[in-house]
């Protein structure tokens, strides 16, 4: 990021994003129809060499641009949703985090795809500098090995009903993780991203940059304290002060901390509706060894290695707790333990 904030982003930069997309894209063929949606934040630079990677593959590809969105979670512009229902796979490159529970998010998701729903690539909030020095360097091979420690963590949480989140700068949690289908974790977040359906021929789902696994507790189950000492989504950049959710029976009751504190409660309370405060969310962990520490940018922090993104609101897995956004923040490095003896990760180092 130094190189960025001194000299800005060369126009030659456009050879290592062309480099980068080689990878999420290698399954692209002619024939797919791919929608590019992004906003008018969002680097230029990013969108025009995503376009032009998926050109080369000679896929049909289409450019949704829209005016950015006042908070993260917020849907797209209906124009650019009813786009993407043409779409084989949509292309998310916007400066604000798309999530599934909102209406227009839902409805693209509803539509055709590889197994009857409509996959959408999250690269949110991608930066140039993230997708060629950071974990959008990473090779076939680096997805391989992120693939099989996300299963060897998921055949943990399917054999375990409670886990154990603690940190340095005092997180304190536990939650009930049972109830999820037998084998969920380890064939989900065990599987290669950007894969075509070996029935249908369609693309699947996938991230950029890729790594990480999460678990959503059982509703009502969590309680304890979350410490965010990194950044969210918002406010965003490098945090001053840690931020603490206070969570009582799987709720956030209380927001405690400096002016960053203040301005999450505020957040929550203009944009978010009450079950916003709910967990929900994910207990998620970076796999990404490619990703640099994290540093207060989103898009890095939460695929990094060993770092811990807990989201309260709208529920990643479970489908039950439902919130017009899902507010997510970073614990740089995290100890998560399942059932008492199953040591996950140690201040931020797998043990699995």
Known sequence: MVMVERYGVPSTKIIGLMKSWQVPFRNVQKGDRLLVMTDDAMDPMVWQSAMAAIAERGAEVTLAMYPKRAYHCADPSPMAVAAAKEA???????????????????????????SGRTPIWLMEEVTVEILTEGGGRATVEDLEKICDLQRRVGEIYDKGKKIHVTTKFGSDLTADISGMPAGHSADRWGRMPFERNEKTGKLGSGTWPFGEIHIEPAPGTANGTIVWDTTSHYPP?????????????????????????DQVRWYLETYGDDNCWLVGGEIAVGTNHKCWPAMGMMRNDKKALGAMHFGIGHGADRGQVKSNLRLEGIAARVTIVVDDNKVVCEDGKFKV
């Open 88 to 114: 084989d796979v949509v292309v998310a490159l916007t400066t604000t985090a798309l999530n599934s529970g909102t209406p227009g998010l839902r409805s693209i998701r509803g539509e055709g795809g590889g």
């Open 237 to 261: 950049g490098r945090w001053r002060d840690p931020v603490a959710l206070i969570i009582k029976n799987g709720r956030v009751v209380d927001i405690q901390g400096g002016s960053e504190a």
